[in-house]
T-cell receptor, first 115, second 113 residues
Framework: EAGVAQSPRYKIIEKRQSVAFWCNPI?????LYWYQQILGQGPKLLIQ????????DSQLPKDRFSAERLKGVDSTLKIQPAKLEDSAVYLC?????????????FGSGTQLSVL | QQQVKQSPQSLIVQKGGIPIINCAYE??????FPWYQQFPGKGPALLIA?????SEKKEGRFTISFNKSAKQFSLHIMDSQPGDSATYFC????????????FGTGTKLQVIP
């Protein structure tokens, strides 16, 4: 079974630039999550999709972050403009069940450095 | 009320030792408590999980102990091996709806040969 695919693997940008991350979840997984993991901390949920719709974006800094999930499959997360404090690993995860939050499958993440 | 507190932040044990990682939660509505293991450069992977209707769950060398009244749960790794060196995250969520998974801050475990 193919896992969650993310790209790029690494990204270095200067502050105020924009950046986009891509995620392809496991086939058939209805729920997709974007997490931000700052060095030394646990993953923090940014946004959760159920098929095409957003079910939780309460911790997404909407003035600079945006995300979409087209056709209920792939997703992109964008930051515009980036700040120094956005330096982190951005993890995409997916899960099979529609109602429960049981097993999450994570990608390897995109490591973002904002200089 | 959504916090999950995890300790210790780091842990070093000898091979064969039994590292113990502790977590505490506040929200009594949580009913699913997974542990994730993360190796450098990789995303977290589910290791073992427990629901509050049992006090202990074992899978291989990994055991979760759960104390519902204290709102605490812990991970024990029996006969630890150098390959267990990783960062471990506890988490909690409420099933039955679109509730997010809340992660602890992580414990970096190093098992010395």
């Amino acid at each position: 079974e193919a896992g969650v695919a993310q790209s790029p693997r690494y990204k270095i940008i200067e502050k105020r630039q924009s950046v986009a991350f891509w995620c392809n979840p496991i086939s058939g997984h209805a729920t997709l999550y974007w997490y931000q993991q700052i060095l030394g901390q646990g993953p923090k949920l940014l946004i959760q999709f159920q098929n095409n719709g957003v079910v939780d974006d309460s911790q997404l800094p909407k003035d600079r972050f945006s995300a979409e999930r087209l056709k209920g499959v792939d997703s992109t997360l964008k930051i515009q403009p980036a700040k120094l404090e956005d330096s982190a690993v951005y993890l995409c995860a997916s899960s099979l069940y529609e109602i429960t939050n049981e097993k999450l499958f994570f990608g390897s993440g995109t490591q973002l450095s904002v200089l | 009320q959504q916090q999950v507190k995890q300790s210790p932040q780091s842990l070093i044990v000898q091979k064969g030792g039994i590292p113990i990682i502790n977590c505490a939660y506040e929200n009594t509505a949580f009913d699913y408590f997974p542990w994730y293991q993360q190796f450098p450069g990789k995303g977290p992977a589910l290791l073992i999980a427990i629901r509050p209707d049992v006090s202990e769950k074992k899978e291989g060398r990994f055991t979760i102990s759960f104390n519902k009244s204290a709102k605490q749960f812990s991970l024990h790794i029996m006969d630890s091996q150098p390959g267990d060196s990783a960062t471990y995250f506890c988490a909690a969520s409420k099933t039955g709806g679109y509730q997010k998974v809340t992660f602890g801050t992580g414990t970096k475990l190093q098992v010395i040969p």
